[in-house]
């Protein structure tokens, strides 16, 4: 008998050179970018440490976790805290409040960055759009506690300005941090105030990467500067307006506790209360790390379904996708 291993086939040959090639290709690419894969260490070791590390916690929402037994060495209760939170007076009212946030920045904050981008991008005057687009991009460096600070003292009943105005236009003062019906209002416009100069930069960057050879046939079509944002700019910003849609509809579960801790008080808890509050009282207050730790890893796991369903329904509708 022949041995194959002396004379190997041509095709076994040709996949060996394949390997090779790619293995000698892949180096010299390593090679080449290095000092550019090396920047990147530091970002990964971000993520590994304080994304992916810190989930080995997430089994303290299926454990009765003690902190002098440890995570591992607790006892097992299945899904009794995710039975105990559904079945409690606080869900729907947490759930219902989280997610009204949510509607109303999606529909008030989510369109003013794409119109300011817009509208920034028809001011020919250079000096100026620069100083518009500085002015709006600063609230975003504000601290929120600061901005916190500020609408505080503009709302107080007593000495702020927006009161100062009502009584010298004949009104009467308004309570507004003491009133449920004002907090999503307040909570919502100061979000936008604070973000959409910095959230327009993505827009105002597609912007540029569209064809200047597209305005100019639009030009020679009759036109107008009005036109041609409906009918070459949009469709221009559509896939950057696509992605970010699946961001933010992908994060409707989620709002962050800082600013309506500092911002909300018993007598608005009604509407103020969300997810990310309840679990900062009932986790780091209270104590009960997995009763915490299970309404959180609930809600990460909504906001997982939501992207993903999403991404797919994008993807299906407009061919624009995540991934």
Do not use: C
Request: avoid cysteine; charge should be positive.
């Amino acid at each position: 008998m022949i041995d194959d291993t002396r004379f190997p086939s041509p095709l076994a040959k040709a996949g060996t050179i394949q390997r090779e090639s790619y293995w000698r290709r892949h180096a010299k690419l390593y090679r080449r970018d290095k000092y550019l894969l090396l920047m990147t260490v530091p970002a990964v070791l971000y993520f590994l440490i304080f994304h992916y590390m810190p989930m080995y916690g997430l089994l303290m929402a299926f454990k009765d976790f003690s902190p002098s037994r440890g995570i591992w060495n607790s006892p097992w209760v299945g899904l009794r805290w995710f039975e105990e939170f559904f079945g409690s007076i606080h869900a729907f009212r947490l759930i219902k409040n989280v997610l009204l946030l949510n509607l109303y920045n999606l529909i008030w904050g989510f369109p003013i960055p794409i119109a300011f981008a817009l509208l920034v991008n028809e001011v020919r005057r250079q000096a100026f759009r620069r100083f518009v687009q500085s002015v709006s991009y600063m609230p975003h460096f504000i601290s929120v506690v600061v901005i916190v600070g500020m609408t505080v003292t503009f709302l107080s009943p007593n000495s702020g300005i927006v009161n100062a105005a009502l009584v010298k236009l004949g009104l009467e003062k308004i309570n507004f941090l003491s009133e449920s019906g004002w907090f999503r209002t307040i909570y919502i416009g100061t979000d936008i105030w604070a973000s959409f100069g910095y959230n327009s930069i993505l827009y105002l960057a597609a912007i540029t990467a569209i064809d200047p050879q597209l305005y100019e046939a639009a030009k020679i079509d009759g036109a107008g500067r009005w036109k041609q944002m409906v009918y070459v700019t949009l469709p221009g910003l559509a896939s950057t307006i696509v992605i970010l849609l699946i961001l933010q509809l992908g994060r409707m579960m989620s709002v962050g506790f800082e600013k309506i801790i500092l911002l909300y008080n018993p007598a608005t808890y009604d509407v103020a209360d969300v997810i990310s509050t309840y679990v900062y009282r009932i986790g780091l207050v209270g104590g009960e790390f997995s009763f915490a730790a299970a309404i959180d890893l609930m809600n990460a796991v909504i906001n997982f379904m939501l992207i993903v369903a999403f991404n797919r329904l994008a993807r299906k509708w407009t061919a624009i996708s995540l991934w």
